[in-house]
């Protein structure tokens, strides 16, 4: 079973490549005219009342200045009335065909990533995340579980494939290469059915947070874009910035250039409005699991060792990524930290969760380290 479960999650990595590639295509090949009418139908209503008023003042003869036409896309405040992007294909066919391609793939190799997963549980006959090799291979699995149930149930995360699969791919990669350990039994203290549900739940809020943190980063670039394209930094405003700059101020030439690039690609995301509150419902939704996950551990904790709670360094971060969830939907709530600071402490949380489950196993000693790498 073993071998079995090694050849089927080489062949998952192979068929995550091609799934990488096909995504690759969908947004080189995707609409670049769609993502510039998305761009136009910002400036379409104030442009038409400009033009209703000039009208207006020949008419009546008036002699009246009109000043440039405003941008507005702020609908309150810390909000923006801006139209989700067209998506990774743009309204191009050839690159809608390569993303359903892509999405093909990527289900083709969840298949046989589970299959994995699965002939790795049979082979010892217990719960298939056991050590860090486990946990990694597991939990990759489980973020693409998330990503395609989320398909299913029809929501717009179809841009998240590329970064999908890149990140799995990497997951793998670390797996295979630095934390594959053989098949064997666990230690008497991981013989309990606390195993099947502490860690469970944790790799389940893990893929989650996943998500959540993948929307809350790509919330960040296309806020920046709509910050520039409010200020008219963009397209030929970006042109005319790059000109005007001093060769000898590099930093700002290659954010502009890096601006400039991107900003193709960043239009086909949903609004910034859109990927903030979707980060925030799944955060929201999912924290009461992590919760949970914590108080199991405490049990668990007590059942193997005699105490609930004993200021280990896995109990210590597993608290201070709580913490740091607990601080972010707080100041999600409130006004004054919502948009970028919250993403910011967002991210900050998804990081103290994976040096959790990555670096203090790696670095750290503590009665959790009989799980190995």
Request: charged share 15%; aromatic share 12%; proline share 3%.
């Amino acid at each position: 079973m073993a071998e079995i479960s090694n050849v089927l999650i080489y062949s998952a990595m192979a068929v995550y490549t091609l799934a990488f590639l096909a995504h690759i295509a969908e947004w080189v090949l995707g609409s670049r005219s769609a993502v510039g009418r998305t761009a136009a139908a910002l400036t379409a209503p104030q442009a038409a009342a400009a033009s209703a008023a000039a009208t207006a003042e020949r008419q009546g003869g008036g002699t009246a200045v009109l000043e440039r036409p405003k941008v507005v896309t702020r609908s309150g405040a810390g909000t923006r009335d801006v139209p989700d992007g067209p998506g990774a294909a743009g309204t191009s066919e050839k690159g809608d065909v390569y993303g359903r391609i892509a999405i093909s793939l990527t289900v083709l190799a969840f298949v046989l990533h589970a299959g994995s997963v699965l002939t790795r549980a049979l082979s010892v006959n217990r719960a298939p995340w056991g050590n860090m090799y486990e946990f990694s291979t597991t939990f990759g699995m489980t973020v693409v579980a998330v990503y395609l149930g989320l398909l299913v149930a029809k929501k717009n995360v179809r841009w998240l494939g590329l970064p999908l699969v890149t990140t799995i791919l990497l997951d793998l990669g670390l797996a295979l290469s630095v934390l594959y350990t053989d098949s064997d039994q666990l230690v008497p203290a991981l013989h309990s059915y606390w195993l099947w549900i502490h860690v469970s739940c944790a790799i389940i809020s893990g893929a989650a947070l996943w998500v959540g943190a993948c929307s809350t980063l790509m919330y960040l670039f296309r806020d920046g874009y709509e910050s520039r394209l409010e200020s008219g930094w963009t397209g030929r405003g970006l042109e005319r910035l790059l000109a005007e700059l001093p060769s000898n101020r590099r930093i700002l030439r290659f954010k502009a250039h890096l601006a400039k690039y991107t900003d193709t690609f960043v239009m086909r995301l949903p609004s910034a409005a859109s990927l903030d509150k979707f980060a925030y419902r799944i955060n929201a939704t999912v924290f009461p699991l992590w919760t949970f996950t914590i108080i199991a551990g405490a049990i668990w904790a007590e059942a193997a060792w005699g105490r609930y709670w004993g200021w280990d360094p896995k109990e210590v971060w597993s608290f201070i990524t709580w913490v740091a969830y607990a601080t972010y939907l707080h100041a999600r709530a409130t006004a004054g930290w919502k948009g970028r600071k919250a993403a910011y402490i967002a991210l900050a949380a998804f990081g103290c969760y994976l040096f959790n489950y990555y670096g203090v196993n790696i670095f750290v000693t503590g009665k959790h380290s009989y799980a190995g790498v």
